[in-house]
């Protein structure tokens, strides 16, 4: 599989409606492309910009229409919204550019308090609409982190939504209880969450939440596991695991695309947005919508959480 990866487009994981949008199930996420290494420091190191581009001008020519991104993802030099403009403006008709708002980088980098406010998380929004160079966003997620109420913040968006600077809602690092909060205000598109292999029983509720409702289950860190944003590779900072390297080698493909295809083995709600800054990583990723596995692997790569 590895060797032919080359001709695998987004198009074989098979697709999805986020309200009247229609993704391939692989997309992109953006946090890895505006620095090598660690993401989300102060101190990141910019990636060459040349190089990011390619890797999403490569995205999309594999049929990738699907990029998360968020106006917090920068780096010193780089900021994930100005590359996917420079990168892919004129967008496609079919491009759907999802973004998050709540959680507030200052320009030195350092992170300031979350948007709460409406007036807050209005600037937010504005602030991705001038650096996408859009008039509308696809998909905004509010990001949330704690268990508070977020009826107010949602509501707020939902406004938004109303007043047409948004087109569809979704949520991130929620609990069940925000889904239902939100879903009695406005339609939720998506919920994006941590997830993979070895997830927490909570994240494996949320996801079968989402399935019962509808609503797209987005993971991220599905490669990354526990290693996360840290920097690491596939299987995170503590080493691959042994199960999965085995079904690597088993199916002569790699422990990413182990990874993302027991992800997206979970259900046919469940989008991936695998994040590389690397080009031959992105077609190994895009490929593994290929990838299925039986349900005996399937099986055998499930923890008991
Ligand atoms: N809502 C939220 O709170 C939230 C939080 C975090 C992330 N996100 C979104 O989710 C996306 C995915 O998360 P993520 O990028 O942190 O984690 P990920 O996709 O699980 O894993 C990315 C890591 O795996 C490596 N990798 C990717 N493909 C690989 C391959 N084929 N073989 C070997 N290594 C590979 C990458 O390094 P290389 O660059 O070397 O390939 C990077 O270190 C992000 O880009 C972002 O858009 C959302």
């Not at 042994?242 to 695309?257: C, I, K, Y």
Request: with cysteine; net charge neutral.
């Amino acid at each position: 599989m590895t060797t032919t990866s080359e001709t695998i487009t987004a198009a074989a994981a098979g697709s999805w409606q986020l309200g009247d949008l229609t993704v391939n199930r692989i997309g992109f996420g953006t946090m890895r492309l505006p620095q090598r290494g660690p993401a989300l420091r102060a101190d990141a190191v910019p990636r060459d910009r040349a190089t990011a581009i390619a890797v999403l001008r490569k995205a999309v020519e594999l049929g990738v229409n699907h990029l998360d991104t968020a106006a917090f993802y920068f780096s010193p030099l780089r900021s994930a919204n100005e590359l996917i403009n420079r990168a892919l403006a004129p967008y496609a008709d079919d491009l759907v550019i999802t973004t998050k708002v709540g959680p507030c980088r200052l320009p030195s980098g350092e992170w300031g308090e979350h948007a709460r406010t409406p007036g807050a998380l209005r600037g937010q929004v504005e602030e991705n609409l001038r650096q996408l160079g859009r008039d509308h966003l696809d998909v905004v997620n509010l990001r949330i982190v704690g268990g508070d109420s977020i009826a107010e913040r949602f509501g707020a968006l939902a406004e938004l939504r109303e007043a047409g600077l948004i087109r569809h809602l979704g949520l991130s690092n929620v609990r069940p209880a925000h889904l239902d909060e939100a879903l009695a205000i406005a339609p939720v598109v998506c919920v994006q969450n941590p997830y993979g292999i070895g997830a927490p029983a909570e994240q494996e509720e949320m996801l079968r939440l989402c399935g019962e409702r509808g609503v797209a289950f987005v993971p991220f860190y599905a490669i990354a596991g526990v290693g996360r944003e840290r920097g690491a590779g596939a299987g995170g900072a503590g080493g691959e695991d042994e199960e999965v390297l085995a079904v690597a080698r088993e199916r002569g493909v790699s422990a990413a695309q182990v990874r993302l295809a027991w992800t997206l083995g979970r259900g046919a709600h469940v989008l991936a947005i695998p994040g590389t800054g690397d080009v031959d990583h992105l077609v190994d990723n895009v490929a593994a919508g290929a990838l299925r596995l039986t349900p005996a692997e399937l099986s055998r790569l499930t923890r008991t959480p």
